[in-house]
């Protein structure tokens, strides 16, 4: 922790390993606290990330960002407080610093940005601080890690030495899991939309602590921020993303940034709750976001949120609901029976409905069908709707088999795939929806052609 644009968030990706945390010459860029693990040497810790601290007070952002750092300063083991050293000790330092010195026995002092001779005179300032001896570092080049490893092994206990464990953990993309194993890790919960539909709001009603920013400012959140949770003895890995708006409004360079990080988040989720706002439903962003998830063909539930704000005329709600059904089937039509769910995150009312609708579509998104059964529903659909003719011949069907799960795939071998048509693989698609009970997820359908076994043959004669 630190003021702004100190290089905390470069040190939070330089100990984590990857880059995680947004980074950006703006100050102020980090807003929430953002947790991950990381590794240093033999040492083995959670690190968390603050916004910079502010004087600030009243119920402005930046006090209510102050608010969330001081809190962690407070429940943190250790606290890395960074000072520029190139920009020297600045009097929003000092004031921390202050603060820090009732605390000092867990306070690592770090210069940051010591590379070369330009910090070596906020060096010497940090002296004055009266938090120990300043350890001179650079997050940008890895500079001083072997000062800061003996620092923190003041306050950490060495990892034991351990045999590598043989084999990776977790399964491949596609490959099938066990209930069993499904249970045992993690789902990846991320809660995507448009800014200001009450995503952060969302996320702290579900976990029953005020864990990220809110208010009625719209962008708060910049970072997607993971926070590990239980709900009914399952583990659950919630991702709160910032807000995305239509990639023409998307002019600053920090935004572009922040919407990246939604996607990879999409990206990596198992269920993507899309929460949109109940007095304007059904947006054309609501449903560029929605299908942003099916492209990336991830699980997907919708949250309409603020329903406490829709009008007390039952007729008019009605007519919104329908209005948002009838859109999201004329949208996406690959993707029928989405579960929608109706709650206000502000008071909580519906909310309790979220966690079933989102386990029972994860549940789904893992399905797979026996070859055998696909199969004999393969004939029956030749029989109830016959492929098209080409060129005066029936194609065929030979064979399907499901290849893959997260999200449910087939492979179809046909004779003539060319010839088939989408319009027969949209009715196939639906009816294997139907058949086989897989409302909400995306359904791939691939077609390959059989090879000729006497291809090889004919070669040889010739």
Known sequence: MGRPNVGKSTLFNR????????????????????????????????????????????????????????????????????????????????????????RAAKVVLVANKCEGRAGQQGLAEAHGLGLGEPIPFSAEHGEGLSDLHDALAKHIEPMPDEDEEEGAEGEKEGEDVSDAELAKRPLLLAIVGRPNVGKSTLLNRLIGEERVLTGPEAGITRDAIRVEWQWKDRAVRLVDTAGMRRRSRIEAKLEAASVADTLDSIRLADVAVVVIDAVNMAEKQDLAVAGWVIEEGRALVIAVNKTDLLAEDR????????????????????????????????????????????????????????????????????????????????????????????????????????????????????????????????????????????????????
């Open 15 to 102: 100990l984590v390993g990857r880059r995680r945390a947004i980074v950006d010459d703006t100050p102020g860029v980090t807003r929430d606290v953002r947790e991950s693990p990381a590794q240093l040497g033999d040492l083995a810790f959670t690190l968390l990330d603050t916004a910079g601290w502010e004087t600030t007070g009243g119920e402005a952002l930046e006090a209510r960002m102050r608010r969330f750092t001081e809190r962690t300063v407070d429940t943190a083991e250790v606290v890395l407080f960074l000072i520029d050293a190139r920009a020297g000790i600045l009097p929003l330092d000092e004031a921390f610093a202050s603060w820090l010195r009732k």
């Open 315 to 462: 007729g008019e709600a009605t007519k919104a609901w329908r209005k948002l059904r009838d859109r999201l089937e004329a949208s996406f039509a690959q993707v029928k029976d989405v579960p929608i769910v109706g709650l206000s995150a502000l008071n909580g009312r519906g909310v309790e409905r979220l966690m079933p609708a989102v386990f029972e579509t994860y549940k789904v998104w893992n399905k797979r069908v026996p070859t055998p059964k696909l199969n004999r529903w393969l004939r029956e659909m030749e029989t109830l709707h016959p492929p098209p003719l080409a060129h005066g011949r029936r194609i065929r069907l030979r064979f399907m088999t499901q290849i893959k799960i997260r999200p449910p795939t087939f492979v179809l071998s046909v004779s003539q795939p060319e010839e088939l048509g989408d319009d027969y693989l949209r009715f196939l698609i639906n009816r294997l929806r139907d058949d086989f009970g897989l409302p909400g997820v995306p359904i791939r359908l691939a077609m390959r052609k059989p090879k000729n076994p006497y291809a090889s043959r004919a070669r040889k004669r010739q």
